[in-house]
């Protein structure tokens, strides 16, 4: 914040030292979260003053953690990489991905997949919960059983040789108000998903999920998923076949789209 106050989270900072201590405990809980956890409450306790409640959680949060060198902590956007794209060539990347339904019978590599997901882990998501996982299903008549739970994929679900279901996790939010943000974090993912596949010689198609009760106790049976997980989409992927066709698009232009407020 700017400026930034002398005291302040006061109103959760014990609740989020009790997280952190339950966090810690676990084996669920990556090397890489840890630090990153550790190195953000560590930095927090550093910078913010004194206070009755904050003493109380920075001497809990000092018995609990083992601080060094801090590296996961807010820097500036200065430091941030500079961009290798301009517009026009975003624009050419954008045009690129087109929804493809027709693959060659061709292998995915699995490396392929995971770069991509890699890719789609850097998508903004609200207090970088990231509540989603990338269930990928890469035998073609496997796919095919998992595309037909969605409807609407009876022409081509046959030819699809890797299906990805990008699944939430509702566990990732105690309150209900938050039951919908897994559909917003990860539609963000999905969309980098799909443009680095672009990048990496791979086509990829959305496959739209229907809300129908069902059709989820279908999928989550055949992905084998928990009571608090939720198919957000399913997107189909393969090296294309170089004559399937593609329906044109024509999007609608900014005028159409842009409502300036005065």
Known sequence: ?????????EAYIQETV???????KSSELCHEEKQWATDVLAEFFSV?????ILDKARERFTS???TGKRSSVPYPHSALPASPLNYDE????FRRRRSVRWYQEKAIPAELIRQAVTAASLAPSACNRQPYQFYVVNNAEKAAKVAECAMGTAGFSHNIPCIVAVVGDLSAYPAERDRHVIYIDGGLAAMQFMLACETLGLSSCPINWPDIEQR???????????YHQRIIMLIAVGYAESEGGIPFSQKKTDKLLVKDII
Do not use: H, W
Request: glycine letters at 6%; hydrophobic letters at 40%.
């Open 1 to 9: 914040m700017q400026p930034r106050r002398p005291v302040f989270a």
């Open 18 to 24: 009790t997280c952190y201590s339950d966090a810690i």
């Open 48 to 52: 913010t003053g004194n206070s009755t």
């Open 64 to 66: 609990l953690a083992q």
């Open 90 to 93: 975003l624009i050419q990347l």
């Open 216 to 226: 989820e106790k279908m999928l989550s049976a055949q992905l084998g998923l928990e």
